[in-house]
Nanobody, 119 residues
Framework: QVQLVESGGGLVQAGGSLRLSCAAS????????AGWYRQAPGKQRELVAS???????NYADSVKGRFTISRDNAKDTVYLQMNSLKPEDTAVYYC?????????????WGQGTQVTVSS
């Protein structure tokens, strides 16, 4: 069974940093594109950053210059480095990835990891 396992969330003071990781469990899922989303209480889930098959990267305007998405293909892992965190970055962060399992194109969501930024 394929899962996306997220880690790295936690509580941090404003101005601090966190690095989120999203790893595909098992050895049969190859991530080709991925995105990090977040959902704050009472708000819709929003795309924070994405990386395409060709490594084209996009960021939400609210995180440009502060967040960096990257990938390690050898580890089938996607990262989100978050610097200069603000209280408004507080949310549950989700990883979403496209890839192939035995030649079939699939899409998975991670379970989410809580990021809380205190002022």
């Amino acid at each position: 069974q394929v899962q996306l396992v997220e880690s790295g969330g936690g509580l941090v003071q404003a101005g601090g940093s966190l690095r989120l990781s999203c790893a595909a469990s098992g050895s049969i899922f190859r991530i080709v594109a991925a995105g990090w989303y977040r959902q704050a209480p009472g708000k819709q889930r929003e795309l924070v950053a994405s990386i395409s098959t060709s490594d084209k990267i996009n960021y939400a305007d609210s995180v440009k210059g502060r967040f960096t998405i990257s990938r390690d293909n050898a580890k089938d892992t996607v990262y989100l480095q978050m610097n200069s965190l603000k209280p408004e970055d507080t949310a549950v962060y989700y990883c979403n990835a496209n890839g192939y399992v035995f030649g079939q194109f699939v899409n998975y969501w991670g379970q989410g990891t809580q990021v809380t930024v205190s002022s």
